[in-house]
């Protein structure tokens, strides 16, 4: 495929800059303690690339949800294809503040930060998943 589906089934989330941001910010943070100890100027070098490649990641990076899976695309490259008839859970950690999308499929696990809009991935999610939903109180248990 050259691009992510223009069909009128397949929605592609937004990108969300907030977690690539807030690593960066905490880099900076990190930096301003260099006089009071000095391995904070690693760290805070070493938080603050991490936040910039984060920041890269979600301009480059988009989720498209089709009728039949998850597919991750790197601009009109196709990276990889998570069929919903392979999943066995998902969760949004810290649901007042998404910073991290866990799911596990059949024959693996994934940890994804929340480069995209949580609002929409929950939607989606809800929507193509519905078996699985899950609740902030109590997260999705593995089905057999």
């Known amino acids: 495929m050259t691009g992510p589906s223009s069909s009128a089934d397949a ?16 880099g900076l ?23 910039l490649l984060l920041l890269l990641q979600t301009t480059l990076l988009r989720l498209e949800f089709n009728n039949e899976a998850l597919v991750v695309w ?8 998570f069929p919903y008839s392979e999943w066995l859970s998902y969760t949004l950690f810290w649901p007042g503040l998404p910073v991290v999308f866990y799911f ?12 995209f809009d949580a609002a929409g991935l929950s939607r989606q999610l809800e929507a193509h998943l519905p078996h699985l939903r899950t609740t902030a109180e ?4 593995d089905q057999p």
């Not at 943070?29 to 936040?51: D, E, S, Y």
């Not at 790197?74 to 294809?81: D, E, G």
């Not at 109590?138 to 248990?141: G, N, Q």
């Open 29 to 51: 943070v990190a930096l301003l303690l260099t006089p009071l100890w000095g391995g904070a100027l690693w760290l805070g070098m070493g938080v603050g690339l991490l936040g």
């Open 138 to 141: 109590k997260p999705v248990t």
């Open 104 to 115: 596990r499929e059949v024959k693996s696990i994934h940890l994804l930060p929340m480069l």
């Open 74 to 81: 790197s601009r009109k490259t196709q990276l990889r294809r």
């Open 11 to 26: 929605v592609i989330l937004t990108p969300h800059y907030g977690v690539g941001i807030g690593v960066v910010a905490l």
